[in-house]
């Protein structure tokens, strides 16, 4: 029988009140770090129960796909606690769930993939003789690298880890922004990314440099597009949080963006409370006052193009297009150029970013006829009102690289409704792969700890959801 030989999960947002997996204190928005939160403690009590389940004692690996920590809207404090509570879960000692851990940073935490790949460069430095020619600093790794001991440590989060003793010598490993996990006779294969890529905003130095030389040579790799662009996402995204009170007023834009004119009276009252409070020699608060509201305005304009603030459907247009730039053209030539021009003959992609779980068969230029691509949703609450479309997802996968979404929840106004469930991409009239059918007749959604799970998780957006209307209440 198949079992599960990795888990996927992303978007966690560790730090950030609204996680899901962040402890609030009772009747209020502070948070509590020093105990899991009762989402956390639930969650993990059902991907014990699942792991449980596989009948060979290997155990699997945990992939991160970004977003895990939050550093845009959180401070770095914060966020390693909420990590280290999700750890002592996972990795109890003599009850560990996982063998390795393979961290893959997002845009809101990409600072983690700079601290390692710098902390991965002064170690090459240091092997280097004096007047030897040295490398230039590489912004990527290779994609197919599960079993490369030169992948980098995510040196942060191993650091974490290993303060605990019986840890002492476990090590959480680092990839960007891809990686891939391929079969023994190399025909299969499966590719995590975190999906900032998807979306033009997170290639902006790229863009503008086309604009201002239309006639250069377009990056064509992954190397070149993070060469060009690692700046740009690691000031405005992994900064943020470590930024006072700039960093509080645009986390408050960020809640606030699925309503037009509640936006506009709190990007207002935000405006005329920043001139107030910082008085700029020489101007008067009513220029001060439109400087800041032209300042929130930009940063709204900004977040609301993102695809999670989209909720018609699960991939928007514009960021189906970017999936397919970036599939058929980055990630295209890294497979490549690591298999010697042989594409494996079945491929599934992974990424998440979105906050909206799916799983859907797709026809990618040059690829397999079918690729199966899955989402993995994210944990954080974003809106007042409930969005039926964002929700979380684990990816599951067997040794044989057959895949399965296991949905945890999507937002409903009924707590009722909310309800485990498993899932595959697979095109109509094609039948479910073994994985799947083992995995659906293991998953009780009206039994513990599933039943319990969906209770706890449905409270838990519930009260996140109004906690974003005191805030926005506070500030208007």
């Not at 914060?78 to 990795?91: G, P, V």
């Not at 990839?175 to 391929?182: K, L, Q, R, T, W």
């Amino acid at each position: 029988m198949p079992d599960i030989s990795y888990i996927c999960m992303s978007d966690m947002h560790l730090g950030e009140e609204d996680s899901l997996f962040i402890n609030l204190k009772t009747a209020s928005f502070d948070t509590d770090l020093t105990i899991p939160s009762p989402t956390t403690t639930a969650f993990v009590d059902c991907l014990r129960d699942i792991i449980e389940k596989n009948e060979k004692p290997i155990k699997p690996v945990l992939i991160l796909c970004g977003y895990i920590l939050e550093l845009a809207l959180a401070t770095t404090d914060k966020a390693i606690m909420a990590f280290e509570r999700f750890f002592e879960l996972i990795m109890p000692k003599g009850k560990e769930l996982f063998n390795r851990i393979i961290y893959v940073p997002g845009n809101h935490d990409h600072h983690l993939w700079e601290i390692a790949r710098e902390t991965q460069y002064i170690n090459y430095l240091k092997s280097k003789k004096i007047k030897e020619e040295l490398n230039k600093p590489w912004h990527a790794t290779n994609l197919f690298v599960e079993k490369d001991p030169r992948l980098p440590n995510e040196v942060l989060l191993t650091s974490v880890v290993q303060r605990h003793t019986y840890l002492k010598s476990f090590e959480i490993k680092t990839a960007y922004p891809n990686f891939g996990v391929i079969n023994k006779d190399f025909s299969k294969a499966i590719v995590f990314n975190h999906g900032h890529f998807t979306e033009p905003l997170y290639q902006l130095m790229t863009n503008v440099m086309n604009l201002i030389f239309p006639d250069r040579e377009k990056p064509k790799t992954v190397w070149d597009i993070e060469t060009e662009n690692y700046a740009w996402i690691d000031f405005f995204w992994s900064t943020l949080g470590r930024s006072g009170k700039v960093g509080e007023n645009i986390e408050v834009i960020y809640e606030n963006l699925g309503d037009k004119k509640q936006l506009k009276k709190l990007l207002r009252s935000l405006a005329k409370g920043l001139a107030k409070e910082y008085d700029l020699p020489g101007w008067g608060d009513w220029m001060e006052e439109k400087i800041a509201a032209f300042a929130f305005k930009k940063a709204a304009d900004i977040f609301g193009k993102r695809e999670r603030s989209i909720v018609e459907d699960p991939l928007s247009k514009s960021t189906e297009k970017g999936l397919w730039t970036y599939v058929t053209g980055p990630l295209y030539n890294q497979i490549m150029l690591e298999r010697k021009e042989k594409m494996p003959a079945d491929m599934t992609i992974v990424f998440g970013h979105t906050h909206k779980p799916f799983q859907q068969d797709m026809n990618f230029k040059d690829y397999p006829k079918w690729v199966n691509v899955y989402n993995t949703g994210g944990w954080v609450v974003e809106s007042v009102e409930s969005v039926s479309i964002h929700g979380g997802a684990v990816v599951l996968v067997d040794e044989n690289l057959d895949a399965a979404t296991l949905r945890m929840y999507n937002e409903t106004e009924k707590p009722e409704d909310y309800q485990v469930y498993i899932e595959e991409a697979v095109r109509a009239g094609q039948e479910k792969n073994p994985f799947y059918k083992r995995l659906n007749s293991l998953i009780k959604p009206t039994k513990k700890p599933w039943k319990t799970f969906s209770e706890i998780v449905a409270r838990a957006v519930y009260v996140r959801s109004q906690n974003i209307r005191a805030k926005i209440n506070e500030k208007l």
